[in-house]
């Protein structure tokens, strides 16, 4: 089963770009790559994933390097509302999702 | 669509007591499933169901029991509440499990005094 790691927090200064790192070294060939954040004990939201290619959406981009071992959440202009707990998710072969750790992120004004 | 709905939004237990959070989907969501979520730590698998009539356990499935008679619905029983099982809950559903986005409920807060 693919395990993720992650920074377990991170700091940004508003309006510019966070990227979030995650490493997944053992993720398997069909298995992707799922960004979620927690904002305030909500509800966890997703927010983007993918399995080789880079992809982007209204919200973030995602960013998976050529040998899948790692991937990067980019918030491209980041504001205080994006302050949350970001979670590096993968799929393993039992259909089970398995959360990391999570990297708490704060906005800086 | 309500999307994903969970009551109630808090409860108090006693030791022993038991009790059923509900969890519904008008999605039309294949795939179902339970987390919990202790203060300062990040969601664990309790259990999950990829359709009605199938479940099956998590990480951390033991307290806990669960079915799935319908699509909609995937109730959480816990039949003999203990203090350890102080937690947020949050039930989330899919369409399929690759390649989908999973949409979380608001959670249940329980406290087991």
């Known amino acids: 089963d693919a395990k993720t790691t992650q920074p377990p927090s991170m700091d940004c200064a508003e309006g510019r770009a966070a990227n979030l790192p995650c490493n997944h070294s053992?993720?398997?060939?069909?298995?992707?790559v799922y960004w979620y954040r927690q904002i305030h004990s909500q509800g966890p939201q997703y927010i983007i994933h993918?399995?080789?290619n880079n992809e982007t959406n209204e919200m973030a981009s995602l960013i998976i390097t050529e040998d899948r071992k790692s991937s990067t959440l980019i918030l491209p202009h980041a504001t205080l509302r994006d302050t949350a707990v970001y979670y590096c998710?993968?799929?393993?072969?039992?259909?089970?999702?398995?959360f990391g750790k999570g990297t708490r992120l704060h906005i800086l004004p | 669509n309500a999307g994903v709905t969970q009551t109630p939004k808090f409860q108090v237990l006693k030791t022993g007591q038991s009790m059923t959070l509900q969890c519904a989907q008008d999605?039309?969501?294949?795939?179902m499933s339970w987390y919990r979520q202790d203060p300062g730590m990040g969601l664990r698998l309790i259990h999950y169901?990829?359709?009605?009539?199938?479940?099956d356990q998590g990480e951390v499935p033991n307290g806990y029991n669960v079915s799935r008679s319908t699509t909609e619905d995937f109730p959480l029983r816990l039949l003999s509440a203990a203090p350890s099982q102080t937690s947020v809950y949050f039930c989330?559903?899919?369409?399929?499990?690759?390649?989908?986005?999973?949409?979380f409920g608001p959670g249940t807060r329980l406290t087991v005094l």
């Open positions: 989330a559903s899919s369409y399929v499990l690759k390649g989908n986005e999973q949409f």
């Open positions: 053992t993720i398997s060939g069909n298995e992707y």
């Open positions: 993918g399995l080789k």
């Open positions: 998710i993968s799929m393993n072969r039992d259909d089970k999702i398995i």
């Open positions: 999605m039309n969501h294949e795939y």
């Open positions: 169901s990829v359709g009605a009539g199938i479940t």
